[in-house]
């Protein structure tokens, strides 16, 4: 099962899984995710689950802008249909999602993400691994 995480500030927040063949996301009450921003629609998007009929049967996600007033964006390009990939950067109004599908990662694997400059744009940062693990070195006899 897939889901979507909404990014606040330097971290990971709520995450919604995607448990359904619709999900709708938007400021109206109706929807399954309901997001107070006044630069969201009422009914703005939705990602919707597609079984591919193969020999996998894997499932395929994809973001489909419902003809909203301020556009939805997947990784900074504005999108009317769209298939998801892992790690993707979803923007609606003011508000980022990350889209996990646990087909493709472990969940339990976490980036940090990083706030920029720019409103919307979020950066991972590679660095040394906290710790390293020494090699033992050998005893006198």
């Known amino acids: 099962m897939a889901l979507l995480i909404l990014l606040q ?3 990971s927040g709520v ?5 359904k063949p619709k999900m709708t996301i938007g400021r109206g009450k109706d929807n399954d995710i309901c997001l107070e921003d006044e630069l969201v629609s ?4 939705a990602v919707e689950a597609v079984v591919k009929e ?15 007033t301020n556009f939805s964006f997947v990784n900074d390009e504005r999108v009317k249909i769209r298939r998801l990939s892992q790690d993707d950067v979803i923007r609606i ?12 990662s472990d969940l339990e694997a976490t980036t940090q993400l990083h706030k920029t400059w720019f409103p919307g744009i979020y950066v991972t940062k590679k660095g ?14």
């Open 9 to 11: 500030d330097d971290s």
């Open 42 to 45: 009422k009914f703005h998007a």
């Open 54 to 68: 193969d020999e996998e049967m894997k499932v395929e996600y994809y973001l489909h802008d419902q003809d909203s």
């Open 15 to 19: 995450r919604f899984h995607i448990d």
């Open 93 to 104: 109004g003011k508000n980022n999602f990350k889209f996990v599908d646990d087909q493709e």
């Open 128 to 141: 040394q691994p906290k710790s390293r693990q020494k090699t033992p070195k050998p005893k006198k006899s």
